[in-house]
C-alpha cells in the first residue's frame, strides 16, 4: 500500500465557454486534505463538485490553479488514485471477477499476486460467489460493490467517489454508506466523496466541504468529530447534519 | 405456475404460430391454382409440382451438388476477402478522426451507387470470369461491414473510455479490451449482413457475367432453354441457401455474444 | 427478429453518427473557426486527389482509354448528355419511379408497421410472413418479380416500393414499441380514449423512429432502382449504364455512376436536413424508455 499523501488544491479555477458565453464553473477554490481522512463534498446541483473531483482525478486537464498529491502536480489520471462513478460503468462482456481484475492491467504484479488481490476485494465488498456472473445478472447495488472492488484493488493511496450511491434505493444506498465506512477503516486509505445526500456526507466524512454555485466555491468547512464507527441516531451527527443542510439552504441554524 | 396456465399459454402460442402459417399456406396454394388454371396471365411462372419434377431431376443428372459448391466456394473466397477488408477499413474511419473525415465522405457518395451497378465497369477491369466474380462479391460485402464496424467503434461509451483512461490503458490495451469487444456486436451484425449480400453477389455475379458451374449457371440454362421449372428452381435453391446462411449467422451472433442483455 | 436489429440498427447508425462524442475533448475552449472550415475541405481532398492521379494515368496511357477513359472525356459526355437532353430524360425517368415507388412503399410501410405494432393479432398473422420477406434483400426477389410482373413499369414500381416498406415498416413497428410506458400510464391516468391515446400519445412518439425509416428507405429504394433499371428497363440511369458498357463507351458508364451517386447523396443528406428540422421543432420524446 501507498503511502497517502496530502492533497493541495491551491486557487482552481474553471470555466466552460458556451457559444462565446463564459461560464465560471469553479472560482479559485483552495482545500488541503489530509492523508487518510475521509472528506464528504456536499451541495447544490451545478456547485462544481463533480467536476473539482474529474480534475483530481486527472481526467480533465483544463483548469487554473494547482493541484498537488504529495509533492507531484496532477497532470493526467494515475493508477494512485482511483475512482468510482455514479454508474457502475462495468464492461458487460467481462464476468465480475474479470472487471475487478482491470484495476490491474498495468500493475507491476506477478499472476498470483493479482489473483489473490482479486479474490480479497471481491470478498471485502461481499460479492463471494458472483464472481462468474455478468454485470446484466447483478443488481444496481451488487454492480455498484463490484466498481467499488476494482477501484480499490490496485491499492491506490486515494479513493475519489462521484455520487456513488446516487442511482440506488434508499434501503441500498443505506446499507452500502455503512459497508463503505468498513471498508474505509479497514484500508485506511484517503477518500473524497461527492454527494448531494447530506446525511450521507455528514456520516461518513471526518471534515464535510460545503459547496456554493455560480461559480463554484468553498461556503463553508465543518468538521465532524464524531469516532468511528458511527451511529447513525447519534445526536451530534444530527445537529450536524442540520447545520450543514442549513448552510447549503443558506439559512441560519435555529439553536 | 398452474397447470392450467401453462397449458392456455402453450395453445395461445400454438394458436399464434398457426396464424403465421395462414399466409404462406394462401400464397403457395394461389401459386398452385394460377399456375393449373392459368388464371392470370402470370408471363413465365412454372407450377410447384413443375419445379419439385426439376429438382429430382437435377439431383440425379445435373450434377446439383458440385453445382453448389462451385457456387459456395465462390462466395465464401469474396465473402472473406470483403469482410476483411471491410473490417480494416470501417475500423480505421472509427478509430481515427482524420481518417474518417478524409474517407467518409467519399464512401458515404460510393455507398450511393447500387453494387450492381458496379458490374459492367468489372467486366471491362476485370474481364468476365472467375477473378471478376470474386472482385464483385467481395465489395458487395465490403459496404455492410464498413457501416457496422465504422458505427460500432465509434459508438463505445464515453463513460467506458473515462474508466479506461483512470486505468492508464495505453491505445493498444483500450483498443484490444475495450474498443474491440464493446464494437463486437455491431461487427457480427455487419457480417451477417455481408453474408446475406455476398450470397446475393454471388447469384448476381454467376448470372451476369460469364458462364460457369454454378446456381447462378442452372438459372442462366433455364432462361436459355425456357424452362421456367428451372430458372425457379434456381431461385428457390438460391432463397433457401439464403436462408440457411441466415440461421448459420444468426445463431452464430447469439452464441458469441452470450452475455448481451436483450432489450426491447 | 435479428434482421428487424440489424435493419433498425443500421438506420439508427447513420443518425446517431453525427452525435458521439469520442474521445473526451476540452469542450470549453471551442473559439476556433477554422475547424468547421476545415472539415468538409477535407472531404474532398481525396476526391481531388483521385481526379488528379486519374487524369495523369489517361494522360500517361497507363492503361488504354477504352478501359480508362480520361476525366475530362467523362465531363464531356456528362455535358453532352445534358445538351442533348437524354440525361434529362433518363433521370427523370429514374426519379419518377422512385417517387412513386418510395411514396408507395412509405404508405404501405407505414400502415404495416401500425398495424403490426398496434395489434398483436394481426401481428401474429403477419409477422412470420413479413420477416421472412424482409430477411431477403429485394434483390433476391428480382427473378421472382421478373417471373410475374414481366420488365414492365410494375416491376420496378414493386422493386422500389418493396425496398422502402422494409426498413420503413420495420422502424415504425420498433417506434410504435418503444413509446415509454410511462406516457402510456399518464394517458390512463388521465382516461383517455383509445383514439387520443393514439393521436396524442404514440403518434408523436413514433414520428423521429419512422423518420429514420423514411431516411434507410430512400436509400434503399434509390439502390433498388439502379438495380433494376440496370437488369431489367430500357430507359433510366441504371440502363445508360449497361447501354455505355455495350457500347463499349465507359465515358457513358463513368458519368452515369457519377450522377447516380450525386444525386443519391443528394437525396439522403436533404432528407437529413428536413428531419433535423422538422425534429427540432417538435418536443424532445425520451425514446430510451426500452433500453435503445
Not at chain 2, 62 to 84: C, I, K, P, V
Not at chain 2, 233 to 259: D, H, K, M, P
Not at chain 3, 213 to 223: C, K, N
Not at chain 3, 259 to 279: F, I, P, S, T, Y
Amino acid at each position: 500500500m501507498s503511502q497517502s499523501a496530502v492533497i493541495d488544491i491551491r486557487d482552481v479555477s474553471k470555466q466552460y465557454t458556451v457559444k462565446n458565453e463564459v461560464l465560471p464553473v469553479l472560482e479559485r477554490l483552495s482545500l488541503t486534505i489530509n492523508p487518510g481522512e475521509f472528506l464528504s463534498i456536499v451541495g447544490a446541483s451545478g456547485c462544481g463538485k463533480s467536476t473539482l473531483l474529474r480534475l483530481l482525478v486527472g481526467l480533465d486537464r483544463e483548469y487554473q490553479g494547482e493541484i498537488r498529491v504529495g509533492d507531484q502536480q496532477v497532470t493526467g489520471t494515475s493508477l494512485d488514485r482511483g475512482i468510482v462513478f455514479q454508474e457502475h460503468r462495468l464492461f458487460p462482456w467481462l464476468t465480475i471477477e474479470q472487471n475487478v481484475g482491470l484495476g490491474l492491467e498495468n500493475s507491476p504484479w506477478g499472476e498470483d499476486k493479482k489473483k489473490q488481490a482479486i479474490k480479497e476485494h471481491i470478498e471485502l465488498v461481499g460479492l463471494t460467489g458472483f464472481e462468474s456472473a455478468y454485470p446484466h445478472q447483478l443488481s444496481g447495488g451488487m454492480a455498484q460493490r463490484a466498481a467499488i472492488a476494482r477501484g480499490l484493488v490496485n491499492r491506490p493511496s486515494i479513493l475519489l467517489l462521484d455520487e456513488p450511491f446516487g442511482a440506488l434505493d434508499a434501503l441500498t444506498r443505506s446499507r452500502l454508506q455503512g459497508e463503505l465506512q468498513n471498508i474505509w477503516q479497514r484500508e485506511k486509505i484517503t477518500m473524497i466523496l461527492v454527494t448531494h445526500d447530506v446525511d450521507e456526507a455528514v456520516y461518513l466524512g471526518d471534515r464535510v466541504v460545503v459547496m456554493q454555485p455560480r461559480p463554484g466555491r468553498i461556503r463553508k468547512v465543518v468538521a465532524v468529530d464524531v469516532p468511528h464507527p458511527r451511529d447513525r441516531s447519534d445526536p451530534s451527527l444530527k445537529a450536524l447534519t442540520e447545520e450543514v443542510r442549513a448552510e447549503i439552504l443558506h439559512v441560519s441554524p435555529s439553536n | 405456475m398452474s397447470a392450467s396456465a401453462a397449458s392456455s399459454a402453450a395453445s395461445l402460442s400454438t394458436a399464434r404460430f398457426l396464424r403465421g402459417l395462414v399466409v404462406p399456406l394462401i400464397a403457395l396454394l394461389a401459386w398452385e391454382l394460377i399456375t393449373h388454371y392459368k388464371l392470370a396471365n402470370v408471363h413465365l411462372l412454372a407450377s410447384p409440382s413443375a419445379v419439385l419434377k426439376n429438382l429430382t431431376f437435377q439431383i440425379e443428372e445435373g450434377e446439383l451438388f458440385s453445382q453448389l459448391l462451385a457456387s459456395l466456394r465462390r462466395d465464401l473466397t469474396g465473402f472473406l476477402l470483403g469482410s476483411f477488408a471491410g473490417v480494416l477499413f470501417g475500423s480505421a474511419l472509427g478509430l481515427w478522426r482524420i481518417a474518417d473525415r478524409l474517407l467518409g465522405p467519399s464512401f458515404d457518395a460510393a455507398k450511393q451507387v447500387a453494387v450492381f451497378a458496379w458490374i459492367p465497369l468489372i467486366s471491362v477491369w476485370f474481364g468476365n470470369a472467375e477473378p471478376a466474380k470474386i472482385v464483385f462479391i467481395a465489395l458487395a460485402a465490403f459496404y455492410p461491414v464498413v457501416v457496422n464496424v465504422h458505427e460500432g467503434i465509434r459508438s463505445v461509451s464515453r463513460e467506458h473510455v473515462e474508466v479506461a483512461r483512470a486505468f492508464r490503458f495505453s491505445r493498444l490495451q483500450t483498443f484490444k479490451k475495450l474498443i474491440l469487444p464493446a464494437a463486437l456486436p455491431s461487427i457480427f451484425s455487419g457480417l451477417h449482413l455481408a453474408l446475406i449480400y455476398s450470397w446475393l453477389g454471388t447469384l448476381g455475379a454467376e448470372y451476369l457475367l460469364a458462364p460457369a458451374p454454378g446456381i447462378g449457371n442452372l438459372m442462366i440454362e433455364g432462361r436459355e432453354s425456357l424452362a421456367m421449372d428451372k430458372v425457379l428452381l434456381g431461385v428457390i435453391l438460391a432463397g433457401l441457401v439464403g436462408f440457411s446462411l441466415n440461421s448459420v449467422a444468426t445463431r452464430a451472433e447469439s452464441y458469441f455474444l452470450r452475455w448481451r442483455v436483450r432489450n426491447a | 427478429m435479428a434482421q428487424v436489429d440489424l435493419a433498425y440498427k443500421i438506420a439508427t447508425a447513420d443518425a446517431a453518427l453525427d452525435s458521439i462524442p469520442t474521445e473526451p475533448r476540452a469542450s470549453e475552449s471551442r473559439a476556433i473557426d477554422y475547424r468547421n472550415l476545415l472539415r468538409p475541405a477535407l472531404g474532398w481532398l481525396v476526391p481531388v486527389l483521385t481526379l488528379a492521379v486519374w487524369s495523369v494515368a489517361a494522360r500517361r496511357e497507363w492503361v488504354p482509354p477504352q478501359i480508362l477513359p480520361a476525366p475530362g472525356a467523362v465531363w464531356q459526355t456528362l455535358l453532352e448528355q445534358v445538351r442533348s437532353g437524354d440525361l434529362f430524360l433518363n433521370f427523370g425517368i429514374s426519379l419518377g419511379r422512385v417517387a412513386v415507388g418510395f411514396a408507395l412503399g412509405c404508405l404501405i410501410g407505414v400502415a404495416l408497421g401500425v398495424a403490426m405494432g398496434l395489434s398483436r393479432r394481426v401481428e401474429d398473422y403477419l409477422a412470420p410472413t413479413f420477416n421472412a420477406i424482409s430477411q431477403v434483400p429485394v434483390l433476391g426477389w428480382l427473378p421472382l418479380a421478373m417471373m410475374v410482373l414481366g420488365i414492365g413499369e410494375s416491376l420496378k414500381f414493386v422493386i422500389i416500393a418493396h425496398a422502402s416498406l422494409v426498413p420503413v415498416a420495420i422502424n415504425t413497428l420498433k417506434g410504435i414499441r418503444s413509446v415509454p410506458r410511462n406516457y402510456i400510464e399518464v394517458a390512463e391516468a388521465f382516461q383517455f380514449k383509445k383514439s387520443q391515446l393514439l393521436r396524442r400519445v404514440v403518434f408523436p412518439a413514433t414520428v423521429p423512429a419512422i423518420f429514420v425509416g423514411l431516411r434507410y428507405g430512400l436509400t434503399q429504394a434509390w439502390l433498388s432502382l439502379v438495380t433494376v433499371e440496370l437488369l431489367a428497363s430500357s430507359e433510366g440511369l441504371g440502363f445508360m449504364i449497361v447501354w455505355g458498357r455495350q457500347l463499349f463507351q465507359l465515358d457513358l458508364v463513368l458519368s452515369a455512376i457519377i450522377v447516380v451517386g450525386v444525386v443519391g447523396l443528394l437525396l439522403d443528406r436533404g432528407l437529413a436536413r428536413v428531419e433535423k428540422r422538422l425534429l427540432r421543432w417538435r418536443p424532445v420524446w425520451d425514446m430510451t424508455g426500452a433500453g435503445s
